[in-house]
């Protein structure tokens, strides 16, 4: 069983910065894809960023206001930690942001294992 566990969220003023950590344990990552999601108060779970453990290999979401560019994942092979770093923050970027981890890349939500999820708010 694969346990992830988010943390970094918070309460930031638009145009601030964030970064969220999930940090994983109970498997080794290198057959997994790591993502991240986020679900605005009220919507559908979406997703954010992607990479592939093995290759380091990044994916984005394809918003019209995308998050590429903004956004950017990385990952620690050390600590098993991957990383969503976040800056120009927008109002709309509030929602609960999700780690996941699947073997399979997709940009839906069938990703196997996921963390309890944390909060970030942007302030305007």
């Known amino acids: 069983q694969l346990q992830l566990v988010e943390s970094g969220g918070g309460l930031v003023q638009a145009g601030g910065s964030l970064r969220l950590s999930c940090a994983a344990s109970g498997r080794t990552l290198s057959t997994y894809v790591m993502a991240w999601f986020r679900q605005p108060p009220g919507r559908q779970r979406d997703f954010v960023a992607a990479t592939r453990w093995s290759h380091g290999t990044t994916y984005y979401a394809d918003y019209t206001d995308s998050v590429k560019g903004r956004f950017t994942i990385s990952r620690d092979n050390a600590k098993n930690t991957v990383y969503l770093q976040m800056n120009s923050l927008k109002p709309e970027d509030t929602a609960v942001y999700y780690c996941?981890?699947?073997?399979?890349?997709?940009?839906?939500?069938?990703?196997?294992?996921w963390g309890q999820g944390t909060q970030v708010t942007v302030s305007s």
């Open positions: 996941a981890a699947n073997h399979i890349h997709t940009r839906t939500i069938d990703y196997t294992y």
